[in-house]
T-cell receptor, first 105, second 120 residues
Framework: SYELTQPVSVSVSPGQTASITCSGD??????VCWFQQKPGQSPVLVMY???KRPSGIPERFSGSNSGNTATLTITETQAADEADYYC????????FGGGTKLTVL | QITLQESGPTLVKPTQTLTLTCTVS??????????VHWIRQSPGKALEWLAV???????RYSPSLKTRLTITKDTFKNQVVLTMTNVDRVDTATYFC????????????WGRGTTITVSS
């Protein structure tokens, strides 16, 4: 079955740039979505079709996808961005990555 | 405004069948290209996709759980129902439903989730 691999954790200082990667076989041939989930809340879509931002998501969030790796980049990271982030793609079914805990410290 | 609300029993015994209902508003489960997904999250764990049903009754299931899952929809009630047979303690989780439409589909709107505990 298809797998998406994410780093367990990423740390970033406030105001700096955070990059969260998602790896999978030929992932660049698929569309990737990214979800942000804060404790006790439902996931929120922050990126779709690799690099499209839903309305209401700050321009600080951007995405890319090429080769075997998709990346969610957050510039000027704020304390409010601290959350778990999940990548998602379709293979023969929906697949989620294992999630990355973003810590802003 | 699209909203989804999950409902179900808070406690289920091992080996029983779990029935979850997703009641939607702001769209019809029969609107062209609409899909309603079920996703779960065990405590402290990652999201796990379970199933989807589309406007035209097409269905997809998680390969690892397909033998235990059935997804259906009721157009008149505007609901999607997921049943899971033979539950076990590892099925303890928060269960979410989510709306998608278009191609490629995107789960853009999620419900708040319902927490299910499997215990004797």
């Amino acid at each position: 079955s298809y797998e998406l691999t994410q780093p367990v954790s990423v740390s970033v200082s406030p105001g700096q740039t955070a990059s969260i990667t998602c790896s999978g076989d030929k992932l660049g041939d698929k569309y990737v979505c990214w979800f942000q989930q804060k404790p006790g809340q439902s996931p929120v879509l922050v990126m779709y079709e690799d690099d499209k931002r839903p309305s209401g998501i700050p321009e600080r969030f951007s995405g890319s996808n090429s080769g075997n790796t998709a990346t969610l980049t957050i510039t000027e990271t704020q304390a409010a961005d601290e959350a778990d982030y999940y990548c998602q793609a379709w293979d023969s079914s929906v697949v989620f990555g294992g999630g990355t805990k973003l810590t802003v410290l | 405004q699209i909203t989804l609300q999950e409902s179900g029993p808070t406690l289920v015994k091992p080996t029983q069948t779990l029935t979850l209902t997703c009641t939607v508003s702001g769209f019809s489960v029969s609107t062209r290209e609409v899909g309603v997904h079920w996703i779960r999250q065990s405590p402290g764990k990652a999201l796990e996709w379970l199933a989807v049903i589309y406007w035209n009754e097409d269905k997809r299931y998680s390969p690892s759980l397909k033998t235990r899952l059935t997804i259906t929809k009721d157009t008149f009630k505007n609901q999607v129902v997921l049943t899971m047979t033979n539950v076990d303690r590892v099925d303890t989780a928060t269960y979410f439903c989510a709306h998608s439409d278009g191609v490629p589909e995107t789960m853009a709107v999620w419900g708040r989730g319902t927490t299910i505990t499997v215990s004797s």
